[in-house]
């Protein structure tokens, strides 16, 4: 590489979604020259991707916000207990505007090679956009969920119909109604798109492989008395909730399930499954997520409730998931999802028993009949949380590419770091809590360590630190020892990469909670980076 003819900056963050844009915040505090890379034309990450009908967080408003700045919370008021994504774009606009954060965003600009250089201790960056960038420091923060998985299926090529995925939805918008449409995917994407795109469509076709457990949202607007009570007490949320286990606030049982009487079981569901919250169900019971017979009790209960919602039993049954505990799969939230079902115009094919043969000119083609469609819709998630990681060519010390390293699966210290790749760190990465967590919580978590990990190298006149691969090999023991305790790796889950076909199977977050992790984190920082080689002298001459 030809290093005159590059663009030197002291870090490159690749996303602008939220963990891109308070990474930027952070460095340019610390006073360096940093530069962010997106590939869509504006802020927002997964919220300016996922724009399908229903796209909503999961997360309360309250909490699926930033915390690192008390005035902008105290300035902005979400409307709905479960914001929607137009509106979560809104506050990420709002927050880049707040702190001028895109005049050091290169948006349209795709990463599609890094290059460790160890006699400067800098990467070397290449675009689609043929920027040829210098850097010190480079900063993974893609998202855990936003290369989208689009199942290659036979025929796709010659169907005269639209074509879209819930992933990348058209900003325009899609009128469907009148239209013949079908979905493929029933995770968290198609049952929040489900029941709109039914209300509208002549006709709705799900298309299912797996039954997801949703619970009901609850979803209500929220009030000014409501708002500015919780802004008067923001501040000890917030503090209360970076040590949590999940990221949200919940009270956890200790109680077995088995230590209570039916009623009470039932009183305690039924109570959870009317908070309209994700954990509340789960953390009913002490041992739901560990005793396959416990979780067992869980998952009828969830059952019964949708034979009560579905008039035809056929269905329910269909919709009703049998073959992984529950919360094994991303559990869901919904608003009317099973109800749907009720419709006239909607209909269910059990992928399982009635599979799809090919796609034709005019629709799908399964084992036992011929559905015609005008529109497909791909609600068939995403490549998690390695997809984006690796989609780049990321070369390493000794010429080893990031792919090859994880080639068995990804393997990193804390999530954050790999042995091999020098000063590349990677915000929410795989071994880390991430997605089993409110993502905000642990977004600014692990973009504050390794800000302050940064700001101390520039400190200290460092120019490189690397993860040991004993410090590494450690970690993902003790990853896979926390999942093995519980039933988690026993669903085949994306968690564990089961949705992609050829991908290692490898339980990838981490288990023990945000608390547990930021003060593992913590103590690793304190310690002097225990578990990284630092070296280098400030003033390395680039070049
Ligand atoms: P998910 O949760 O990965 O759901 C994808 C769905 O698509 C799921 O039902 C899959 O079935 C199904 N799928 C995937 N590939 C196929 C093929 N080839 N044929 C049929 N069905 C298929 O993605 P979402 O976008 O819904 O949600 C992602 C996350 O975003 C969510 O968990 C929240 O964190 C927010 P499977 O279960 O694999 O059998």
Known sequence: MDDQTAEHFDAVVVGAGFSGLYMLHRLRALGLRTLVLEAADDVGGTWWWNRYPGARCDIESFDYSYSFDPELEQDWSWSERYATQPEILAYVDHVADRFDLRRDISFRTRLTTATWRSEVDRWSLTTDTARSIDTRFLIMAVGCLSRANRPELDGLDEFRGRILHTGEWPHEG??????????????????????????????????????????????????????????????????????????????????????????????????????????????????????????EIAAQFVRDRIAEIVHDPATAEALSPRTFPIGTKRLCLDTGYYATFNRPNVSLVDLRRDPIERVTTTGIRTSAREIELDLLVFATGFDAMTGALLAPTITGRDGRTLRDAWAAGPRTYLGIATAGFPNLFTITGPGSPSVLTNMLVSIEQHVDWTADCIGELERTGATRIEATVEAQDGWVDHVNEVAGFTLYPTGNSWYLGANIEGKPRVFMPYIAGVEIFRAICDEVAAGGYRGFDISGTAGVEVG
């Open 174 to 295: 899609v009128d469907v109604s009148g239209l013949r449409v079908g979905v493929i995917g029933t995770g968290s994407s198609g049952i929040q798109s489900i029941p709109l795109l039914a209300e509208q469509a002549a006709s709705l076709t799900v298309f299912q492989r797996t039954p997801a457990f949703t619970l009901p949202a609850m979803n209500a607007p929220l009030d000014t008395a409501t708002i500015e009570a919780f802004k008067a007490r923001y501040r000890e949320h917030r503090e209360a909730v970076k040590h949590s286990h999940g990221g949200v606030l919940t009270s956890p049982s200790e109680e077995s399930v088995f230590a209570v009487e039916e009623a009470e079981r039932e009183r305690r569901f039924e109570a959870a499954w009317r908070s309209g919250t994700l954990f509340g169900l789960l953390s009913s019971f002490s041992d739901l997520m560990i005793d396959p017979a416990a979780n």
